[in-house]
Nanobody, 120 residues
């Protein structure tokens, strides 16, 4: 069974930075993609950034220029460096990982999320 755990959220002031981490653990044969999503209060969950195996990260428009996603394949870990944070970046940030697990079964797992609050 594969588990995904996010960390690194917190309360920051506008203009400050946070670095989120996402670790996938369990029996993992290979990972196709790792993605960061967020859900603001009262809104639906939305994609922030995504990295597929062998490709560069891709970002949605609001993340371009401020957020940087990276991946450590050897550690099954992804990071989201968020700079110049704004109050509208407030929300729960989730990591999603899909790939191949034990017995070559496909998996698609979400973490429990980490809260990011940007406020004065």
């Amino acid at each position: 069974q594969v588990q995904v755990v996010e960390s690194g959220g917190g309360l920051v002031q506008p203009g400050e930075s946070l670095r989120l981490s996402c670790v996938a653990s369990g029996t993992i044969t290979g990972i196709y993609s790792m993605g960061w999503h967020r859900q603001a209060p009262g809104k639906t969950r939305e994609l922030v950034a995504l990295v597929r195996h062998g490709e560069d990260p891709k970002y949605v428009d609001f993340a371009k220029g401020r957020f940087t996603m990276s991946r450590d394949s050897a550690k099954n870990t992804a990071y989201l460096q968020m700079d110049s944070l704004k109050p509208e970046d407030t929300g729960v940030y989730y990591c999603n990982v899909d790939g191949i697990g034990s017995d070559y079964q496909l998996f698609d797992v979400w973490g429990q999320g980490t809260q990011v609050t940007v406020s004065t």
